[in-house]
């Protein structure tokens, strides 16, 4: 008869059955490990000359492992205008102090630039000498720039590519801040016949027509100037200073611009078509509302368009 298994009393570990590697065994397992490994692996000795570079390193800069062998790594990696700094890093580490996990700019055989999160440790003897360092490299250039794209998304319009709302509103919350703003100027800028473009074109040719808008706002902007999409057909220009008269200057001349006339078929075949745009400043000082400034030259500009309907006769709006 077999003897009963004997279970385990309740609340006590079960011990595990346990795997015995030799020390030749993990030593091949650690060359495989880097061997196979898509991180960038490169060991270096005091002199900052390559000991060590995987094969991922090697496919990285294009060069094979007898070309690498050797060379200073800021040969082989580093972009030119951080030769200096490297060597300088390698220095530190090597003189005790503790690596900082960050990223680096390394350059593949190719020239291009690929953004690496480094991990860099120190390898000492027995009795704690450094002997070398090694860099274990992630190529994060991808997650980087996509990244990239979600932060610009956050804050673009995406039919225009003008700052949105929110962005207009953080800038505008920067400018009138109750310390360190230094006031703005603000055009608001509203299309007019827009509607009518849309109804007998259709809303491709007025997506068309927003986005050369945008292009001809752009080219008046200054370099200081912020230019955004609020909603619809209105736009806002957010100015550096607050000088009116140059304020309304920039207006009668954001005027003009949005009369002259726009291709709005895509063809490129000359039809075009006219609208205009009614403008309305306001000028923001430190400590200011952003929503109040806005406002304020909403106001303007309404009073702007509707007396221009009373102008030409037509019912003003509600």
């Known amino acids: 008869m077999h003897a009963p ?5 309740s609340g006590l570990p079960q011990r595990r059955a346990t795997v015995s590697v030799t020390s030749p065994a993990l030593d ?31 496919r990285f800069t294009g060069r094979s492992r007898e070309e690498l062998v050797g060379a200073p790594f ?13 060597r300088a ?23 291009d630039r690929r953004r690496i999160e480094l991990q860099t440790s120190v390898l000492t003897h027995d009795d ?53 703003g230094d ?22 040719a007025g997506d068309r027509l927003l986005v050369a808008v945008a292009a001809r706002l752009r ?12 909603g619809g057909d209105e736009f806002v220009l957010v100015a550096r200073g607050t000088d009116a008269d140059a304020l309304a200057a920039r207006a009668r001349r954001l005027e003009a611009a ?21 403008t309305g400043t306001a000028l923001g000082g430190p400590g200011e509302d952003p929503d109040t400034v806005v406002n304020r030259a909403d106001m303007a500009m309404y009073g702007v368009k509707s007396l221009r309907r009373v102008r030409r006769g037509a019912p003003s709006p509600s």
């Not at 298994?5 to 009393?9: A, G, L, M, Q, V």
């Not at 002199?47 to 991922?56: D, K, T």
């Not at 998304?153 to 505008?172: C, E």
């Not at 008046?220 to 609020?230: E, I, N, Q, S």
């Open 258 to 278: 949005m009369a002259a006339p726009f291709d709005v078929t895509g063809a490129g075949d000359g039809a075009a078509v006219r609208i205009g745009a009614s």
């Open 183 to 204: 006031g703005c100027g603000l055009l608001f800028c509203d299309l007019d016949g827009f509607k009518e473009v849309n109804d007998r074109y259709g809303h491709a």
């Open 5 to 9: 298994r004997r279970t385990p009393p």
């Open 28 to 58: 091949g397992l650690a060359r495989a490990t880097v061997e196979a490994t898509a991180a960038l692996v490169l060991v270096c000795d005091g002199g900052g000359r390559v000991l060590l570079a995987n094969p991922a390193l090697q």
């Open 89 to 111: 890093a390698l220095a530190m580490v090597l003189s005790g102090r503790p690596a900082i996990p960050g990223e680096v700019d390394w350059t593949t055989g190719d020239g």
């Open 74 to 86: 800021w040969e082989v990696v580093t972009i030119p205008e951080e030769v200096e700094l490297a």
């Open 128 to 180: 704690g000498r450094p002997y070398a360092v090694s860099f274990i490299g992630i190529d994060v250039t991808a997650h980087r720039e996509r990244e990239a794209q979600v932060r610009r998304q956050a804050v673009t319009d995406p039919l225009t590519g003008l700052a949105n709302r929110s962005a207009l509103f953080a800038v505008l919350a920067a400018r009138l801040h109750v310390e360190t």
């Open 219 to 230: 080219e008046l902007a200054g370099p200081d100037d912020v230019v955004a999409r609020l």
